[in-house]
C-alpha cells in the first residue's frame, strides 16, 4: 500500500507565497511520473504540474511563470513552489505518483490540501 501526505497548504494574501510538500511513503519499487492537481469549488481537478522520473516539467498556461514542480527521488517527494499566488488559484490541491509496486503500476493519490488565496 502506498501512502501519500501532502502538506503546506494554507491562507495566503494575494501576492504571496507557499511551498506544497508530498511525500510518498510504502511498499514503493519506483515512481514514475509525479503532480499536481487542483480542484476549486464547483469545478472539475485540473492539472497544474508533472514532472517525469528525469526531471521533465509541464505546466498549466495559468501557472507558468509562478509555480514551479520538483521532486527529490531519494526521498520520493514531490513539491510545489507557488508564488505571486492569485485568488483564483484558491482550491484543494492534490498529488499524484505513478508507483510502480510489486511488478504492477498504480496511479496514487494524496488527500488534498487547502490553499486559499485572499485578503
Known amino acids: 500500500q502506498v501512502q501519500l501526505v501532502e502538506s503546506g497548504g494554507g491562507l495566503v494574501q494575494p501576492g504571496g507565497s507557499l511551498r506544497l510538500s508530498c511525500p510518498a511513503s510504502g511498499s514503493i519499487f519506483s515512481i514514475r511520473n509525479m503532480g499536481w492537481y487542483r480542484q476549486a469549488p464547483g469545478k472539475q481537478r485540473e492539472s497544474v504540474a508533472a514532472?517525469?522520473?528525469?526531471?521533465?516539467?509541464n505546466y498549466a498556461d495559468s501557472v507558468k511563470g509562478r509555480f514551479t514542480i520538483s521532486r527529490d527521488n531519494a526521498k520520493n517527494t514531490v513539491y510545489l513552489q507557488m508564488n505571486s499566488l492569485k485568488p483564483e488559484d484558491t482550491a484543494v490541491y492534490y498529488c499524484n505518483a505513478e508507483v510502480v509496486m510489486n511488478g504492477a503500476l498504480y496511479d496514487c493519490w494524496g488527500q488534498g490540501t487547502q490553499v486559499t488565496v485572499s485578503s
Open positions: 514532472i517525469t522520473s528525469g526531471g521533465s516539467t
